[in-house]
């Protein structure tokens, strides 16, 4: 069993009325960029973790996991717990197996990352954390039901339909039938009646709780840094809890001085790594298989976390952090101020739902498959406490007509943690773009 942490970087699992040993196998070798410490199978009996003895036995209803660290789990949890401290998830799932209807009580209280699946008896269970963070797949073909961390495991063995599993749900499946629940949801709020000053005191304590929480045993972190609001806020509050790495990406040519003055406005080291054309060239194969997209956005984004996650690898720090869904909670891009002055409060308030609604199809699972051969990542606005409150703030809190206002209670937060007021009044500008990875990456699509 687990307490709150696993070695486990990858999951495949197959359940079928014939032996799926060899598809497993086949399946895991497709994702071996996950599997930093080797592998291991689970069964109905047995826990293995050399793969060549796996001519010995046959199953119809086997896990395979990649692994980042040496493991012994009985159950395949690809995660991290961060709240309660100590929580056992491993054993909580175990009592989820008997009666699932247990899993909105156990499940939506917890902060956690995960994706997981687990055999009871004759039955294979698996799901996910509440907002996606943990990318997780299925498919169904005539005989066999397929489970996976990445679309191309189960690509590699002949499936075709395969769709997400939805976030914050479970699901129990064996030759009796399927049994299906959600433990946890995003939803529509009612809007709070609260001023400015009472939100981002809230917002501060919710964003400041959850990157303690993330940090917890941590000596190291690097943190994605662009010098703007999103990551320099989340850098200051970091760095008053464990030592803090800021590392800047840029391509020959795109160096931006703000990133560099904003780092020694906040007395925190930063690394900075230039790319160059060739590099870019070179890495387009790899991180289109990584990610499983072709789209330039996707790639220009999945290029600068993989190399990101890289150096953090090299340096001996165990987690990335970044400031994905702030712009989605807090209003920081430019088309919900557009959809507010064409099409008034409440369109603009339901994009800004669905986009962190579909967040984890638009953003995490890119970013997890991208930092996967190296480390994790972190996501502090990716709390689900931070993500229900800020869903129940007015939108005025948040954006304005007037000068192009966005983010604006995060802007509030960030002067009251001690945030120089020129960075927290920065302008956005997207990774993508002030990198310059996607001007190149546009360029070969021309060329």
Known sequence: MISNSSGINGIVALFGDYDVIPRLVFALKSISH?????????????????????????????????????SKDIMAIHGKVYYPEGFDLSNKLNEIFEDIERAPKILSEIDADFAFA????????????????????????????????????????????????????????SIRGEQSLVFDRIETNSKLNISMEEASNKVLELLSESIRRRVRGLDRIVIGFSGGLDSSLLALIASKLTKVILLSIHTKGSKNEGVINSAKNLGLEIEELQVDTKQIKGKIDLIQNLIESDKVM?????????????????????????????????????????????????????????????????????????SSPYTEIRLPYANMNLVKYALSLPLSLKIGILDDQRKLVLREVAMKAGLPKDIALKKKKAFQYSSGLQKILVSFAKG
Do not use: W
Request: charged content about 30%; some cysteine; overall charge negative.
């Open 118 to 173: 687990g055999i009871d008896n004759d039955s294979l269970i698996y799901g996910r954390d509440s907002l996606g963070i943990k990318p997780l797949y299925f498919s169904k073909e005539s005989k066999i039901l397929g489970i996976a961390s990445e679309m191309k495991a189960l690509k590699s063995i002949g499936f075709k339909n395969i769709r997400r599993v939805h976030p914050g749900s479970i699901h129990k499946v």
């Open 298 to 370: 996707d790639l220009a984004i999945g290029i600068g976390i993989n190399l990101s996650a890289k150096r953090c690898s090299e340096i001996g720090c165990d987690a990335l952090f970044l400031g994905q869904l702030a712009d989605e909670l807090f209003g920081g891009y430019a088309k919900y101020v557009k959809a507010l002055k064409d099409m008034g409060e409440e369109f603009a308030e339901d994009i800004m739902l669905k986009d962190v609604i579909d967040a984890h199809k638009n953003n995490f699972e890119r970013d997890e498959k991208a």
């Open 34 to 70: 996950r599997a930093r410490y080797g592998y291991e199978i689970i069964t109905e009996d047995k826990c293995i973790d050399d793969i060549s003895d796996l001519d010995k036995i046959e199953s119809s209803l086997a896990i395979g996991c990649c692994l980042s660290k040496a």
